[in-house]
T-cell receptor, first 110, second 114 residues
Framework: QKEVEQNSGPLSVPEGAIASLNCTYS??????FFWYRQYSGKSPELIMF????GDKEDGRFTAQLNKASQYVSLLIRDSQPSDSATYLC??????????FGAGTTVTVRA | GAGVSQSPSNKVTEKGKDVELRCDPI?????LYWYRQSLGQGLEFLIY????????KSGLPSDRFSAERTGGSVSTLTIQRTQQEDSAVYLC????????????FGSGTQLSVL
């Protein structure tokens, strides 16, 4: 079982719609959770992090964490073509190492 | 520097040759990481440095891979006797301390082994 699992996509949404990305993790002791965005040919950049159960909003992005069910999700509201990228979920168990999922590719159709 | 700098950006080598990849982290960042990303795959952890020490080398795929960090700054990842399966993007990242803080990634080195 992989430590972090994501649907690879591609996830295609029309401009202005909500894109919903899901991530599950295997280690119940995981403590912090991150979403990185990676444009094609570029390096990952952090867009959201969440530590506690519930929702965390930052602009058009909302991260949701449910530790009991071991999943974390990312919602992108009012999706824009510039949101087209691969979104990587990353999980930390309280030490130094981030474990990454394989990423979900999102395409926003104009 | 202003960001994490990696060199070279692209490296094409022949099978069996040795290669060195360089990472210059953000000034003051004590933690440094090497990850590998194969086409369409997630990031595979290779090694972590805290200062000049590498407490976790568990991700290195084989004994052909080694890394060092000097002066708490620049790190070099060396791959000896390269194989075609080593072809990937090698990403370096740094952070102030531990991984529950933001990782800043370099632009990566695209390694192609022919």
């Amino acid at each position: 079982q992989k430590e972090v699992e994501q649907n690879s996509g591609p996830l295609s949404v029309p401009e202005g719609a909500i894109a919903s990305l899901n991530c599950t993790y295997s280690d119940r002791g995981s403590q912090s959770f991150f979403w990185y965005r990676q444009y094609s040919g570029k390096s990952p950049e952090l867009i959201m992090f969440i530590y506690s159960n519930g929702d965390k909003e930052d602009g058009r992005f909302t991260a949701q964490l449910n530790k009991a069910s071991q999943y974390v999700s990312l919602l992108i509201r009012d999706s824009q073509p510039s949101d087209s990228a691969t979104y990587l979920c990353a999980v930390n168990k309280g030490d130094y190492k981030l474990s990454f999922g394989a990423g979900t590719t999102v395409t926003v159709r104009a | 520097g202003a960001g994490v700098s990696q060199s070279p950006s692209n490296k094409v080598t022949e099978k069996g040759k040795d290669v060195e990849l360089r990472c210059d982290p953000i000034s003051g960042h004590t933690a440094l990481y090497w990850y590998r990303q194969s086409l369409g795959q997630g990031l595979e952890f290779l090694i972590y440095f805290q200062g000049n020490s590498a407490p976790d080398k568990s991700g290195l795929p084989s004994d052909r891979f080694s890394a060092e960090r000097t002066g708490g700054s620049v790190s070099t990842l060396t791959i000896q006797r390269t194989q075609q399966e080593d072809s990937a993007v090698y990403l370096c990242a740094s952070s102030h301390g531990v991984a529950n803080e933001k990782l800043f990634f370099g632009s990566g080195t695209q390694l192609s082994v022919l």
